[in-house]
């Protein structure tokens, strides 16, 4: 390993912080992130400043340049991708402080761009209604696969990572086990090209159980059989994908994104990504009367305030009922 000193450049100490405190301890899937962040953002622009020369408006003109004031131009970053930047520049100048290679955490000064409220699409009763018709009428099989997404909330790449066995069956309940997620990332070990992705799901929440019944169980039992004619009975049990084209590979959540599509264009509901389903999902069960806690555990996530905050538009809604409720008193 190169000698570490004050003089280094920043992309030597970059290299250094990947390998030893990055790489041992974090998935796959965030250190192509960390990759990614450092090849096209960090080294190009200012990998070559010494650590000494770093401080507080090289960093700010550094993050101001990757934003290019709020627009999306050439290289220019969202809000979200430029925050995920600096919680990783963060870290890595932190263990350069710990090591006595810079006096202050710079970063921790720059100031960042408020994050934009975006609108998240939510399917209508109606649209929800014509999807559902649109995927029980459908011969095609990974109509179960968005099916799922929509009356369980969870993400694409858990789905696509689904086994048979995370299927669990007794005689009085059907358990639906979130053990693992899968996405295609960049190869890391060649630098070329991309590799499909296994891994635990993004966060200790994000592992759970989820209770399925009529009709999730009918049209599971309906795919299975159709998985039994295309593919035989030994690929419908066990660690096999649930979602597969070819026995033993599974399908990836850009396939399924694409079938998607066509299931929006039959059902005629205007554009929108799978994420929409899981917005559709939490949205209904809060209409419905379901508390912000056990929803928060069905969607797996790591607190019940990221919920409250993903889903405020439910929450004024559920406290203009209530205030009605209460009004009717006096």
């Known amino acids: 390993m190169k000698e570490i000193n004050k003089n280094m450049d920043l992309k030597e100490w970059l290299k250094i912080w990947y390998e030893t405190y990055a790489k041992p301890f974090v998935k796959k899937s ?5 990759e990614c962040y450092i090849r096209l953002h960090i080294n190009p622009y200012i990998g070559d400043l010494k650590l000494n020369d770093l401080n507080a408006i090289v960093l700010q003109n ?27 520049l963060h870290e890595s100048i932190g263990e350069a402080v710990k090591n006595q290679l ?16 975006v609108e998240r699409r939510v399917l209508t009763t109606s649209e ?14 990974f109509a179960f696969g968005i099916f799922l997404c929509l009356v369980t909330g969870i993400r694409v790449g858990e789905l696509c990572g689904l086994f048979w066995s995370d299927f669990k069956i007794s005689q009085s309940s059907v358990i639906l086990k979130i053990n693992r997620t899968l996405n295609r990332i ?23 159980e989820i209770p399925i019944q009529e009709p999730i169980t009918e049209f599971l039992n309906d795919y299975r059989n159709q998985q039994n004619v295309i593919l035989g009975k030994h690929c419908t049990q066990g660690d096999q994908f649930v979602f597969c084209r070819i026995a033993g590979k599974p399908v990836e959540p850009k396939f399924i994104q694409t079938r998607f ?20 999902f939490a949205t209904r069960a809060l209409e419905c009367g ?26 004024i809604e559920q406290k203009k009922n209530a205030m009605q409720k209460i009004l009717k008193q006096f």
């Open 186 to 208: 960049p190869n890391l070990e060649t630098g070329k090209g991309t590799i499909i992705n296994i891994s635990e799901p993004k966060s200790l929440t994000s592992k759970r």
């Open 290 to 315: 379901i508390d912000y806690k056990t929803l928060s555990v069905l969607l797996g996530h790591s607190d019940v305030t990221t919920t409250m905050n993903l889903y405020q538009h439910v929450l």
């Open 261 to 280: 599509k066509k299931f929006l264009k039959d059902a005629d509901i205007a554009d929108a990504n799978l994420h929409t389903l899981r917005h559709t």
């Open 30 to 34: 965030t250190l192509a992130s960390y």
């Open 102 to 117: 810079i006096d202050c955490n710079y970063v921790e000064y720059v100031k960042m761009p408020k994050q934009q409220k």
């Open 128 to 141: 929800q209604s014509r999807l559902l018709a649109t995927l029980k009428a459908s011969d095609d099989p």
């Open 62 to 88: 550094f993050f101001n340049q990757q934003y290019e004031n709020g627009s999306y131009k050439g290289d220019g970053l969202s809000p979200k991708t430029l925050s995920n930047l600096r919680m990783m």
